[in-house]
């Protein structure tokens, strides 16, 4: 089983619909959490972290469930550059408490 | 603003030649890590460090070696280049060991190893 694994998409939606990823983790004892957004041939960038309240950013909320070992983030009102891939990223595996990352998810919206 | 640069974005090797990716950052980070990412695999840690001349192993070494004789600098080096490191090299510094929200990573080294 794979340390932090997501749904690889892609997730095809139109301009200005709603969309929701989830992302699961394996340890239990996972401190930080958070997403990020790679755009083609480029380099991952934070898009946010994940607070264990949840917590909102403009049109991204993210939500974390500790119980259940999964985080998630929701994109209102779609916009054609969102289209990208999101990373869920989880801090506290392996040796040295590094960043594990997911597989990613592929968002495409049309127009 | 932080800068990670990656000298090289693309290159062409052939199976067994050996490979240097080189990565430099401008912000006096302690940290600093090698990444793979390939298709669906996420980002894989090859290496990292915490000083210079300090080097610890990630989660897929073999095959690879690094060296940090300077802080800015972290080189990546692939002794016997083969097929299967085709991939997709990102290097990132943190001033934070890993936390997450301050790590910066430069634009990646796309290898292609024929």
């Known amino acids: 089983r794979k340390e932090v694994e997501q749904d690889p998409g892609p997730f095809n939606v139109p301009e200005g619909a709603t969309v929701a990823f989830n992302c699961t983790y394996s340890n239990s004892a996972s401190q930080s959490f958070f997403w990020y957004r790679q755009d083609c041939r480029k380099e991952p960038k934070l898009l946010m972290s994940v607070y264990s309240s949840g917590n909102e950013d403009g049109r991204f909320t993210a939500q974390l469930n500790r119980a259940s070992q999964y985080i998630s983030l929701l994109i209102r009102d779609s916009k054609l550059s969102d289209s990208a891939t999101y990373l869920c990223?989880?801090?506290?595996?392996?040796?040295?408490?590094?960043?594990?990352f997911g597989g990613g998810t592929r968002l495409m919206v049309k127009p | 603003d932080v800068k990670v640069t990656q000298s090289s974005r693309y290159l062409v090797k052939r199976t067994g030649e050996k490979v240097f990716l080189e990565c430099v950052q401008d912000?006096?980070?302690?940290?600093m890590f090698w990444y793979r990412q390939d298709p669906g695999l996420g980002l894989r840690l090859i290496y990292f460090?915490?000083?210079?001349?300090?080097?610890e192993k990630g989660d897929i070494p073999e095959g690879y070696s690094v060296s940090r004789e300077k802080k800015e600098r972290f080189s990546l080096i692939l002794e016997s280049a083969s097929t299967n490191q085709t991939s997709m090299y990102l290097c990132a510094s943190d001033p934070d060991g890993s936390s997450g929200n301050t790590i910066y990573f430069g634009e990646g080294s796309w290898l292609t190893v024929v």
């Open positions: 912000m006096d980070h302690e940290n």
């Open positions: 990223v989880v801090n506290g595996y392996n040796a040295g408490n590094m960043l594990t």
């Open positions: 460090s915490y000083d210079v001349k300090m080097k």
